[in-house]
């Protein structure tokens, strides 16, 4: 167990819809990220959050979005959905100090029909 | 800008056999260096990290990673192979600018043969 906890385990929905995926870091993490699994694409990286700020940026399209709480839980938005966003998303946390050693949850597989 | 690149997405061994597998990266700055493993339906776990101190890096499992500066290289090695190894293996690197940024190569699926 990483002690970093994703919701939900997996979410079915349609094209044009919008979801919600949260991510609880382990205690004591300050930073948050969030990658994207899919077969063609493999991991890729999408956005940082330290502390409530993004802090960098990747491959993430303009339909989705992040966020980081006071409390350093995150949610990922993902909106106008297409057939190609079908993927596990993955939340990961690292601590302050460490040495970019990431800590992964079990990913929220989403599947859209 | 970093990049990994993993040489051969898979990898077919005998159990009891040598496994190698290969990650090249490259990176503006001294790097961090990472081999995560991902079984079935599980996220991604921490194997080993070369954090610029010992080039021979042991981890978990019985599996090592030699840091090579001049062939940019670090190869995760396992002198015996174990069916309980069949995963997927994922080279990562990490360099602080601007924050903790790592990529990710594509990832080698790891199969054991009994």
């Known amino acids: 167990d990483s002690g970093v906890t994703q919701t939900p385990k997996h979410l079915i929905t349609a094209t044009g819809q919008r979801v919600t995926l949260r991510c609880s870091p382990r205690?004591?993490?300050?930073?948050v990220y969030w990658y994207q699994q899919s077969l063609d694409q493999g991991l890729q990286f999408l956005i940082q959050?330290?502390?409530?700020?993004?802090?960098a940026k990747g491959n993430i399209l303009e339909r989705f979005s992040a966020q980081q709480f006071p409390d350093l839980h995150s949610e990922l938005n993902l909106s106008s959905l297409e057939l190609g966003d079908s993927a596990l998303y993955f939340c990961a946390s690292s601590g302050s100090f460490g040495t970019g050693e990431l800590f992964f949850g079990e990913g929220s597989r989403l599947t859209v029909l | 800008a970093q990049s990994v690149t993993q040489l051969g997405s898979h990898v077919s061994v005998s159990e009891g056999a040598l496994v190698l597998l290969r990650c090249n990266y490259s990176?503006?700055?001294?790097?961090?260096l990472f081999w995560y493993v991902q079984y079935p339906n599980q996220g991604l776990q921490l194997l080993l990290k070369?954090?610029?101190?010992?080039?021979l890096v042991k981890g978990i499992n019985g599996f090592e990673a030699e840091f090579k500066k001049s062939e940019t290289s670090f190869h995760l090695t396992k002198p015996s192979a174990h069916m309980s190894d069949a995963a997927e293996y994922f080279c990562a690197v990490t360099s602080n600018t601007g924050g903790f940024k790592t990529i990710f190569g594509a990832g080698t699926r790891l199969f054991v043969k009994a």
């Open positions: 205690s004591g993490d300050l930073s």
């Open positions: 070369y954090t610029s101190a010992a080039t």
């Open positions: 990176s503006s700055v001294p790097p961090y």
């Open positions: 959050y330290y502390n409530g700020e993004e802090r």
